[in-house]
């Protein structure tokens, strides 16, 4: 089994900042790859970021300086950290973690930026 759970979602104003986790649990050593999407009310889920199964950290244009990734093996975690949050940041975000050529994704975890 695989686990993906997300956390760190909530009410922030803009300008603030928050980071987001991606654990997975289950039979698994780590994810090949591991992706943040994000879906905003009425609009399709979209890729923002994620991690390679080369390892390496991308990010989509438009979130370029404001989105970073990080990783912790020990706890098979990959981190979205949000800074200097906008309304337009706001949305469900999921995570997707890669494991043996299959997919599994987590349930999401809200995010909404507002005075």
């Known amino acids: 089994q695989v686990r993906v759970v997300e956390s760190g979602g909530g009410l922030v104003q803009p300008g603030g900042s928050l980071r987001l ?3 997975t649990s289950g039979t698994i050593l780590s994810a090949d790859a591991m992706n943040w999407y ?8 979209e890729w923002v970021a ?3 199964t080369g390892g390496q950290f991308k990010y989509a244009d438009a979130e370029k300086g404001r989105f970073t990734i990080s990783r912790d093996r020990a706890k098979m975690t990959v981190y979205l ?3 200097s949050l906008k ?5 469900i975000y999921y995570c ?4 043996r050529g299959r997919d599994y994704w987590g ?3 809200l995010v909404s930026v507002s005075p």
Do not use: F, L, W
């Open 38 to 45: 994000r879906q905003a009310t009425g609009q399709e889920r």
């Open 107 to 109: 349930n999401g975890t």
């Open 96 to 99: 997707k973690a890669r494991v």
């Open 87 to 91: 309304p337009e940041d706001s949305g």
């Open 21 to 23: 986790s991606c654990a």
């Open 50 to 52: 994620g991690m390679t």
């Open 81 to 83: 950290r949000i800074d």
